[in-house]
């Protein structure tokens, strides 16, 4: 096994770890390391089928905790931007793309922290304030589309309006499905499906598995305090690595 090959199932498993006890993460952390080691789209088809992985995986188990509203706002509009998103990666350099995100990610890390003491939690069932998760869901699928990162923006409102860790990790990774599978879809349609990108797929798998494992069994440990200090860490920590990846 490569060096590079090692380093790969290293950030594979601990971005699955993250993605099982969070709900979303693996994009953020694999993502850029993805990148900056195959440097081209494919990296975005790999991201995009491993996280698949994990979303099929998870799901079923945590299906009955998502937030049912929320969730079909999300769904519709993230497919709406899925195209978007695909339209960015063909038409922008790796370096602005890069640029773009680390940008929106650090947004949303700020609106987590900055959030306002007399916000109050959501009632699912109330409708979710309007139209604002169509908009978040847009940007989730233009994310999604471009660079195989799709639980930032969801993952930030969600935190900022006090959602359960349990919601947000089903809702997130529900989302998932739908998002992922378009997005390969559209990938597939518009590059093909390379033999390079399922081998290295195929061999970041088994570090995927284990990874998704040791989160689910580390996720009855973490608070709601905790847990919602995690997301902000996540958020922080992937648009730092999104700028550094340009420099």
């Known amino acids: 096994m490569s060096e590079e090959l090692i380093i790969l199932n290293l950030v594979v498993f601990g971005a699955a770890v993250l993605q099982s006890a969070a709900g979303f993460g693996f994009g953020v952390v694999a993502g850029p390391v993805l990148l900056l080691q195959m440097n081209s789209a494919d990296a975005v088809t790999v991201s995009i089928l491993l996280n698949l992985v994990v979303a099929g995986v998870l799901t079923p188990t945590l299906w009955p905790y998502r937030a049912k509203v929320l969730l079909n706002k999300l769904v519709i509009s993230s ?21 773009l995100a680390g940008i929106a990610v650090l947004l949303a890390a700020i609106s987590v922290l900055w959030r306002r003491p007399e916000t109050q939690a959501i009632d699912d069932e109330a409708g979710d304030r309007g139209a604002i998760p169509f908009l978040i869901g847009g940007l989730a699928g233009v994310m999604g589309g471009s660079l195989a990162m799709p639980g930032p923006a969801p993952a930030a409102w969600m935190a900022k ?16 499905l739908f998002v992922y599978a378009g997005a390969l879809i559209l990938h597939i349609g518009i590059n093909g499906f390379l033999a390079s990108v399922l081998w290295q797929s195929a061999a ?10 040791v989160g689910g069994r580390l996720v009855g440990h973490l608070s709601e305090s905790f847990f919602k200090g995690l997301i902000l860490i996540v958020l922080a920590g992937s648009a730092g690595s999104l700028f550094w990846s340009i420099l």
Request: net charge positive; proline share 4%.
């Open 161 to 176: 309006h006090d959602y359960g860790k349990q919601s947000v990790r089903s809702t997130i990774l529900a989302l998932f």
């Open 204 to 213: 970041l798998l088994p570090a995927t598995l284990v990874g998704i494992y």
């Open 79 to 99: 497919l709406l931007g899925l195209p978007l998103g695909v339209w960015i990666l063909i038409s922008i350099d790796f370096v602005t793309l890069k640029l």
